[in-house]
């Protein structure tokens, strides 16, 4: 899987193959939802999964919690531009709203760098880096509070 250094400064018109997919799709994902390349991947086998990333043990078995093959949904969150909060301490639980009360929907790896589309008001959160109010939500409409957030840069935050 590309870091999110080679993600960014990789678009699809210079990559090696697959110019024509869109940044962020894995070509084992298109050619077997899609048929992409005949439903092969570069080396002519057929795909039989449409996995396109690959997952750590750890991750798999311990954050995860599965023991099976299963869908996972991957947001490519250092694409995109805007302000980025550095996550300073993780994984950091993704929530679908401001409160630790929320479902989860993923989490944010320590050091991952995370689009923020705004800031609300939500539960407060004593964290390593603060205790506050405020919650980051995220270019995915989802929520992280900003007591885990080490640093922002790339501009200010607005207000949502």
């Avoid at 798999?60 to 099976?68: D, I, M, N």
Wanted: aromatic share 10%; charged share 15%.
């Amino acid at each position: 899987m590309d870091t999110p250094q080679q993600a960014v400064s990789n678009p699809s018109a210079v990559r090696e193959n697959w110019k024509n997919l869109p940044q962020g799709r894995p070509e084992a994902q298109a050619a077997y939802q899609s048929g992409y390349n005949g439903g092969r991947d570069q080396f002519g086998r057929t795909m039989l999964n449409p996995a396109g990333v690959d997952l750590a043990d750890g991750t798999f078995w311990h954050l995860l919690k599965l023991t099976t093959n299963a869908w996972v949904n991957v947001a490519y969150l250092w694409t995109g531009g805007g302000p980025r909060g550095v996550v300073g301490d993780g994984p950091l639980n993704i929530r679908t709203a401001a409160s630790t009360s929320s479902p989860i929907r993923g989490l944010a790896a320590r050091f991952a760098n995370v689009p923020i589309q705004c800031s609300v008001t939500g539960q407060s959160v004593a964290g390593p880096y603060r205790t506050t109010t405020r919650w980051n939500r995220l270019a995915s409409g989802q929520y992280v509070s900003h007591a885990y957030i080490s640093s922002v840069y790339g501009g200010a935050v607005r207000v949502c």
